[in-house]
């Protein structure tokens, strides 16, 4: 059974870092492209960003030079280490899991989710 957890939420002050780290499970974890999802309250799903299996990686433009991912295959796990933080990146953050070597923004590549984590910034 494949479970994705994620930890290292909180509340942070405008202009904080957080690093978010998702440990994936029950899979070959190194075949798997991972990718980080946010939803704020009253707004549509948003693709955060995406790693594949080789390391390749794509952030979502508005996000880029704040937000880096990056993955250990040696601990199962993907971080999303988020600078500069701004109130309207308050969100519940969630990671997904693809069968695929790489992937797209598209939720629907991705067959198993987290159960979110969140993160408020707030002064």
């Known amino acids: 059974q494949v479970q994705l957890v994620e930890s290292g939420g909180g509340l942070v002050q405008p202009g904080g870092s957080l690093t978010l780290s998702c440990e994936v499970s029950?899979?070959?974890?190194?075949?798997?492209?991972i990718a980080w999802y946010r939803q704020a309250s009253g707004k549509e799903r948003e693709w955060v960003a995406l790693?594949?299996?080789?390391?390749?990686?794509n952030v979502a433009s508005a996000l880029r030079g704040r937000f880096t991912i990056s993955r250990d295959n040696a601990k199962n796990t993907v971080y999303l280490q988020m600078n500069s933080l701004k109130p309207e990146d308050t969100a519940v953050y969630y990671c997904?899991?693809?069968?695929?070597?790489?992937?797209?923004?598209?939720?629907?590549?991705?067959?198993?989710w987290g159960q979110g984590t969140q993160v408020t910034v707030s002064s």
């Open positions: 997904a899991a693809s069968t695929r070597i790489w992937g797209t923004a598209s939720p629907r590549e991705y067959e198993y």
């Open positions: 029950g899979t070959i974890f190194n075949s798997r492209t």
């Open positions: 790693i594949g299996t080789s390391g390749l990686h």
